[in-house]
């Protein structure tokens, strides 16, 4: 299958402390990668340099066949890599659509308004809520405002930090679920970083495990999922 992304050799550093080491990885096209591992493994990390965030880069990036290391993070975006990040990144004092609006913000084509019916289609609570101001929705609904941002750049690759992260079982079940028929629906690929390990090996295709900043294993999802090797010793459970 043809990938979308792939890394050679990437690494990454906030300043003198180097975080990854030497990553290889690949995003197919239409599918859902998950990268896992415990705090502070590097996967948030990981995320930033895709995007050029926050962090000195070195090694190789190509999305779509074409590099992009040491573009600008407005480029990469422009490119159509969209970005949930960690703590979700919600505009507080901003309505729902006021934070819809600037995830289509780098667009200048026409479909704009048939994309927020899209999202709404997929988080009907946010259509609810669309004139609250962001700041008084829940956890979840935060969360959902989130992806829908990053929807609305309409990107090919979108890249979630912890989507699960402080919400309640149901909602996490809920939002993994949407998740997944964003990617059946609208073809697109995803690398998920997630700690809950059980759900993001059910809704993902490949998984790579990562232990201080390094790869240390990766293989189809189900088969990781159900070695019990594995699973007590990189995922704890």
Avoid at 1 to 22: F, N
Avoid at 103 to 114: I, K, L, N, P, S
Avoid at 118 to 144: D, I
Wanted: aromatic content about 6%; overall charge neutral.
């Amino acid at each position: 299958m043809t990938a979308i992304l792939e890394t050679r050799g990437l690494s990454a550093a906030y300043g003198p402390t180097r975080v990854l080491q030497s990553i290889d990885l690949s995003v197919p096209e239409r599918g859902i990668v998950t990268l896992l591992g415990a705090n502070g493994a590097g996967k948030t990390t990981t995320l930033r340099a895709l995007c050029n965030m926050m962090v000195r880069v070195s090694g190789e990036i190509r999305f779509e066949g074409r590099r992009i290391d040491g573009k600008a993070t407005e480029d990469i975006v422009r490119l159509g890599i969209g970005h949930v990040p960690d703590g979700r990144g919600t505009l507080v004092s901003l309505s729902v659509e006021e934070n819809l609006r600037l995830g289509a913000y780098t667009r200048r084509d026409a479909r704009v308004a048939q994309d927020f019916e899209l999202v709404y289609g997929y988080f009907p609570r946010l259509k609810e809520r669309r004139r609250q101001q962001a700041g008084t929705l829940s956890g979840g609904e935060q969360q959902m405002l989130a992806i829908s941002r990053a929807l609305m750049l309409r990107p090919k690759l979108l890249l979630l930090d912890e989507p699960s992260f402080g919400l309640a079982p149901l909602v996490v079940q809920e939002i993994f679920r949407i998740l997944r028929t964003i990617n059946e629906q609208e073809g697109m690929s995803m690398l998920l970083v997630e700690q809950n390990a059980n759900i993001a090996l059910e809704l993902a295709n490949e998984a790579y495990l990562l232990e201080t900043g390094r790869i240390m294993l990766s293989g189809p999802a189900a088969t990781i999922g159900s070695d019990e090797s594995v699973r007590r010793a990189y995922l704890g459970y």
